[in-house]
């Protein structure tokens, strides 16, 4: 597949700035794989799609406030964004970066910390060590901000309403530095009603990073190298993915971050015996063709051309149907993005 077949025109004042309220007044499009048709619903409205027994399998990764500001030597402005940290460091990107240098240092703004830059990595990523040592999410959470992607403008300033609204309501493990944005739609009612009508939950975790909103850059899609991201898959969650599948029921995966991790299993979930809980790194690159084998259906968002995330919703519907569906959308004024509203493929 080639790079140029992830590209839709797109009016910029169809990006959204602001999310939807309340979350579940998103609208929803509900793309059939099977009848080949496209619908236009609210977001609540999900609930007429799903059946007891299925089981919605949410990215409990919890926005961590990763986005923070620095000093040269000489008085200069550098922005930070964690990414992740681990024995060699932290792992940071920085801008501008064009003249530090291996063994310069870093003020953090607002902090008794520095950075020691130690390595210039791809993509604009440093590994770094702060001194004197730090944990970091502690830190961040003092002098960070809240991530926003840069599409989305805050002229005056941050909101802190995005604390709270870049965030789904089950977040639970810190450590993404982008939203799963296809899980903001849902609000604990939303979630309770699902399970009374007899569909289940699971909950895995995949830490949002470089390689869910860096841009495929190679001409051929074969050629692009996904940047590793962390996942677990609790045993209990498996247990229960496992059993929808015997069961007859359908996984229902809550974004393309849940996509990967289910697709980066070892095994066909149904078959054979339970996985036990996995805890690793995937670099899987989802793009047409495919062939899945954990997913049924898949809730989403619409995404940036040129995005890996959407050569996955490809591979899922159809190269065609996407582009149908993605048309429909700009034609109906859907809002994008992060904050924009959803789709649903079946």
Known sequence: MRLDELYFDLPEELIAQQPAEPRDSSRLLVLDRARGTISHRVFRDI???????DCLTLNDTRVIRARFYCRKPTGGRVEALFLHHDEAGWHVLLKPAARLRVGGTLHCEQADTRLVLLERLER????????????????????GQTPLPPYIRRDSGPDPHDDQRYQTVYAEKPGAVAAPTAGLHFTPELLAAARERGVRTARVTLHVGLGTFTPVSAENLADHHMHAEYFEAPAES?????ETRRGGGRIVAVGTTTVRVLESLPARLGDGAVPQAIRTWSELFIYPPYAYR???????????PYSSLIALVMAFAGVDATRRAYAAAVAERYRFFSFGDAMLIV
């Open 47 to 53: 609930l007429e799609y799903l059946r007891p027994g």
């Open 124 to 143: 604009g990523e440093w590994r770094v060590r702060a001194e004197p040592e730090t944990e970091p999410f502690g830190l961040l959470e003092r002098i």
């Open 238 to 242: 498996l247990a229960r993915l496992h």
């Open 294 to 304: 954990n997913v049924d259906l898949l809730v989403t968002n619409f995404h940036l």
